[in-house]
């Protein structure tokens, strides 16, 4: 035997099914530029269908060219191991996605079989595909030789072209004559039928041979013959191959699907033609891929044995939660499983349910896809699942529930169809009620983002504490949905507890808004926070992990503000707030600050004249305007982390509802009241807010919930009455801006000090502020920009005791004694 036989007998003879260890492989190149099409001379696969997320190790023949440029050239194949035969010895390279490739080991073509029967444990095709899809979760699994980067590199790459060439075919039939009159049904009807005769076609599958590839009339009936569909409807049947056969032709000369994942195909397939115009036209939603791999995921399914699980996604829209479900499911089947016994345990364990007929076609025509080469089996059933006791009957069927629902609230006619609508306001606290009801091995859900803090899911975070020993929050920036700008979270819970209450495993993620388009490229979260803790008795739903989560435990015994003031919002008018302000005094109308959108830290806004007439104000008319207080900002000067400002009003005026007004609990002097601000003003305020906040306003318990220093040092009165005088009268010589954020800065400092942090969790204060601009009325650096001496305090930065340039460490921190530092070295290695 040749080397290539050689290899192929010992693939065979350590695991890997005849049928998928494959000759002459031809595979896309997606990492290239070009549209090539490259062949390796043997490929074995994990499972079959053949797919860069199945393949396990490839055969190439050097032919004089340099081994490590082969390996290169080859990454796109998705092997993680490549052999290359130089005459009568291979070398077998690790492939890697950016890094350059490795040379694991070099054996000539007679101890191949010895090669394969030492490496067995780790080249097994469970072992690879294991390493492959469960290791790139980052749940432990891994072998050294599998570069877990490799796979999001090609997914990604291949979504990109595949989006790419899908629009370009879609272009062709919009320009073909009566193409742009074609409606949404057809267009998808067809689509999917040109994606599946042109994978078919690509992999070679014998029943591509019954049809005239160039007869777009006869590869529409074969198609429709091999997974029992019926004539699409509509259109005359001899105008489609008219309209869409320059799309067919396009298709066709696109990127192979040979190596394609079959539910990436699926994916793109729903996310491209499920646009904005579909979305409205026909009520569909839709889940973003990564949000339903990221969800799908982490519920580790492998975990649990396969035959256990019956997986339920209601308000399925297009299926991409399914699509997901059925790929990570199917990984877990046995290895010697043929393609159709896959199929037969898939459906009989993943279902869904829309009440849209066409999110029901669309649904099914992705699992079809994705489940290639299987012929039809996959119905999304068309279900009411709000009218009485249908999604209850739904769920119980089943034990592990993913669900993206609807977030819209319930209508006055859902409030007489639906008794589910008369007890709850919101369709998505109804479906997360009802899945936690069932009491399922696990859920996946996606939630407005209000679920993370918000009183109105305050009793389902309740339950899901009480049921779940460990639960993921994933907080996601606008736009992740595209479509929509409601801003979303999800939640994945599993694990359930016993009767013990015991712990529960917390862990919190975000997507960054920098990081939005890199998540949708590779579903990688920006930051993960996580913590173990105690149960209580009766569980208060906080499961939640804030940023800087260690300074909000060390101040969780501090005062709060609403201990010496009380914030109360501005005023409401029965009216538009526009037509409530004037330029100039009229009868009724007293000063006041209208608008807060440009306001600076201590800085008082210009006033306007605010309509104060009892018969026009819904809110406010009660308070006691004329006496000293603090005004704040009620809404977010900005999404970052500077997003409060205050200021001290002793004037009496009025403000608007974009303000809180708040009022001091016992006298107070003006002085005291402005070092007041300088502490809502400051990072800790900011920070805490920022934090606990929406991202357009602030609620009144949460500002009144901001932790505060038990005691204001002396310095920070005078500081702030410095800072603020020159704000005022600015000097007509010097460099007023230097001299501002010099005291700007001595105040912050006087504040921290006043909290008395621990040096580390000052840090992490000050880092949460990098990048972030601040409000106020001057040029601003960041602290640690400006002040430049790590492992000192703000305070001692500004103290003038330390030098930045000279030799400060080596005088205060004197070396140990040599006997000492070898016991100190020995106790920390």
């Keep these: 035997m040749n080397a290539v036989e050689c290899i192929a007998q010992a693939a065979r003879d350590i695991g890997y099914r005849a049928e998928a260890v494959v000759l002459d492989y031809a595979f896309a190149d997606v990492l290239s530029d070009a549209n090539t099409t490259r062949?390796?001379?043997?490929?074995?696969?994990?499972?079959?269908?053949?797919?860069?997320?199945?393949?396990?190790?490839?055969?190439?023949?050097?032919?004089?060219?340099?081994?490590?440029?082969?390996?290169?050239?080859?990454?796109?194949?998705?092997?993680?191991?490549?052999?290359?035969?130089?005459h009568d010895d291979v070398t077998v390279w690790e492939v890697r996605s950016d890094a350059p490739p490795r040379a694991i080991e070099k054996v000539t073509v007679t101890d191949i079989a010895e090669l394969f029967g030492r490496n067995q444990a780790n080249w097994h095709p469970d072992a690879i595909h294991r390493a492959k899809s469960i290791g790139a979760s980052g749940t432990g699994y891994q072998l050294d030789f599998v570069d877990v980067g490799l796979l999001p590199t090609i997914e990604s790459e291949i979504h990109l072209k595949l989006d790419r060439l899908l629009v370009e075919t879609l272009d062709r039939v919009r320009q073909a004559p009566s193409g742009d009159r074609l409606d949404a049904r057809t267009l998808f009807r067809v689509v999917f039928r040109l994606l599946a005769a042109k994978v078919l076609q690509d992999r070679r599958h014998p029943y591509a041979d019954g049809w005239d590839a160039n007869d777009l009339g006869s590869v529409l009936a074969g198609i429709e013959s091999y997974y029992a569909l019926a004539p699409i409807a509509g259109q005359a049947n001899t105008a489609l191959p008219r309209i869409f056969d320059a799309a067919w032709r396009h298709l066709q000369g696109g990127i192979s699907f040979s190596n394609i994942s079959s539910d990436d195909l699926a994916f793109v397939y729903e996310n491209t033609?499920?646009?904005?115009?579909?979305?409205?036209?026909?009520?569909?939603?839709?889940?973003?891929?990564?949000?339903?791999?990221?969800?799908?995921?982490?519920?580790?399914?492998?975990?649990?044995?396969?035959?256990?699980?019956?997986?339920?996604e209601p308000f399925a829209g297009a299926g991409v939660f399914l699509v997901s479900v059925l790929r990570h499911l199917r990984d877990l089947l046995p290895v010697e499983w043929s393609d159709q016994e896959r199929h037969d345990f898939l459906i009989g364990h993943i279902s869904g349910d829309e009440v849209d007929p066409f999110a029901c076609e669309?649904?099914?025509?992705?699992?079809?896809?994705?489940?290639?080469?299987?012929?039809?089996?996959?119905?999304?059933?068309?279900?009411?699942?709000?009218?009485?006791?249908?999604l209850a009957q739904r769920i119980g069927e089943s034990n592990v529930i993913v669900c993206n629902p609807p977030f819209e609230a319930f209508s006055a006619a859902d409030k007489g169809r639906y008794a589910v609508a008369r007890e709850t306001h919101s369709k998505a606290i109804a479906a997360l009620s009802a899945a936690i009801d069932g009491k399922p091995l696990a859920l996946g859900f996606v939630l407005p983002r209000s679920f993370i803090l918000e009183r109105q899911f305050a009793e389902q975070r309740r339950r899901i504490e009480n049921?779940?020993?460990?639960?993921?929050?994933?907080?996601?920036?606008?736009?992740?949905?595209?479509?929509?700008?409601?801003?979303?979270?999800?939640?994945?819970?599993?694990?359930?507890?016993?009767?013990?209450?015991?712990?529960?495993?917390?862990?919190?993620s975000e997507v960054a808004e920098r990081d939005r388009s890199a998540f949708l490229k590779t579903g990688r979260a920006t930051v993960h926070r996580e913590l173990v803790r105690a149960i209580d008795k009766q569980p208060e739903g906080q499961l939640w992990i804030p940023p800087l989560n260690d300074l909000w435990d060390y101040l969780e015994d501090y005062p709060n503000l609403a201990s010496v003031l009380k914030p109360s919002r501005g005023l409401e008018w029965t009216y538009h707030q526009d037509q409530a302000t004037s330029e100039n005094e009229k009868p009724g109308y007293r000063l006041g600050y209208a608008n807060a959108r440009h306001l600076q830290q201590y800085n008082q806004p210009r006033p306007l004249w605010?309509?104060?007439?009892?018969?026009?104000?819904?809110?406010?008319?009660?308070?006691?305007?004329?006496?000293?207080?603090?005004?704040?900002?009620?809404?977010?000067?900005?999404?970052?982390?500077?997003c409060i400002g205050a200021f001290v009003d002793t004037a009496g005026l009025l403000c608007s509802q974009q303000f809180f007004g708040l009022w001091p609990k016992r006298a107070l002097a003006e002085q005291e009241l402005a070092a007041l601000g300088g502490v809502l003003?400051?990072?800790v305020a900011n920070a805490y807010l920022a934090i606990n906040s929406p991202k357009d306003r602030f609620r009144t318990s949460v500002v009144g919930s901001v932790p505060i220093p038990a005691l204001l040092p002396a310095k920070l009165t005078d500081l702030v009455g410095s800072y603020l005088e020159l704000l005022r009268n600015p000097l007509i010589l010097g460099d007023v801006d230097t001299r501002l954020a010099g005291l700007l800065s001595q105040i912050d400092a006087a504040v921290l000090e006043a909290y008395d942090l621990p040096l580390r969790l000052e840090r992490q204060l000050l880092a949460f502020f990098e990048g972030s601009e601040r409000p106020v009325a001057h040029p601003w650096t960041h602290w640690n920009a400006a002040y430049p001496m790590p492992g000192l305090s703000l305070a001692e930065r500004l103290s003038g005791r330390f030098n930045a340039g000279g030799d400060w460490v080596g005088k205060i921190f004197k070396p140990l004694p040599k006997e000492q530092a070898l016991l100190l070295r020995d106790y920390v290695a």
């Excluded at 393949?55 to 080859?74: E, W």
């Excluded at 606008?478 to 009767?499: H, K, N, Q, Y």
């Design 467 to 508: 049921l779940y020993s460990t639960v993921e929050i994933l907080k996601l920036p606008d736009g992740i949905f595209g479509a929509s700008d409601v801003e979303t979270s999800a939640v994945i819970a599993r694990d359930l507890r016993g009767s013990d209450a015991g712990t529960i495993a917390l862990r919190s």
């Design 273 to 312: 033609l499920i646009t904005p115009e579909t979305r409205k036209l026909f009520g569909t939603h839709s889940t973003p891929r990564q949000v339903a791999e990221y969800v799908v995921q982490r519920l580790e399914l492998h975990r649990h044995k396969p035959e256990d699980l019956r997986i339920y």
């Design 610 to 642: 605010l309509d104060f007439r009892s018969d026009h104000l819904r809110r406010g008319a009660a308070h006691d305007w004329m006496h000293p207080k603090l005004v704040a900002s009620a809404t977010r000067l900005s999404r970052g982390a500077w």
């Design 362 to 390: 669309v649904a099914t025509l992705s699992l079809i896809l994705a489940d290639y080469p299987n012929h039809n089996g996959w119905h999304v059933k068309e279900a009411d699942l709000f009218a009485d006791g249908v």
């Design 681 to 683: 003003n400051g990072p």
């Design 39 to 86: 062949t390796v001379q043997l490929a074995a696969f994990t499972r079959t269908p053949p797919s860069y997320r199945s393949a396990a190790l490839a055969v190439v023949n050097s032919r004089g060219h340099r081994a490590i440029d082969l390996v290169k050239q080859h990454r796109a194949l998705g092997a993680p191991l490549l052999f290359v035969i130089e």
